[in-house]
């Protein structure tokens, strides 16, 4: 994946340290099933640090590499301009990469 935005645009994504060791407490971690220790995450984060970027790229992820059948992603906020951030970021993330786009059909997000 390629950032869409700003001065990172057309670059490749590159986890910053702090999201790299949310992505380790998160995916690092397995029950004696095998299943995730965490099923839910609350991250807080200043502004203007790249949150809406990489829960682009994580939903993205989760959503092509997960293995679930049917896999669904929500992008939820206080408002719905707000969730629209995430939704349009990875719908262009998507949209720019030729992989990516070959497995997903990226909708209007007004429907």
């Known amino acids: 994946m390629k950032h869409t935005k700003g001065p990172m645009a057309g670059k490749p994504f590159e986890l910053l340290p702090w999201q790299s060791q949310i992505v380790r407490d998160l995916f690092g971690w397995k029950r004696a099933d095998g299943t995730r220790k965490y099923r839910i995450a609350y991250i807080e984060v200043p502004r203007k640090n790249g ?61």
């Open 51 to 111: 949150k809406s970027a990489f829960a682009a790229g994580l939903a993205l992820m989760l959503l092509l590499t997960d293995g679930e059948q049917g896999g669904e992603i929500y992008s939820a906020a206080h408002t719905r301009d707000q969730a629209a951030v995430v939704y349009q970021m990875a719908a262009s993330m998507a949209r720019k990469d030729p992989d990516i786009a070959s497995r997903v059909k990226v909708r209007d997000s007004r429907n």
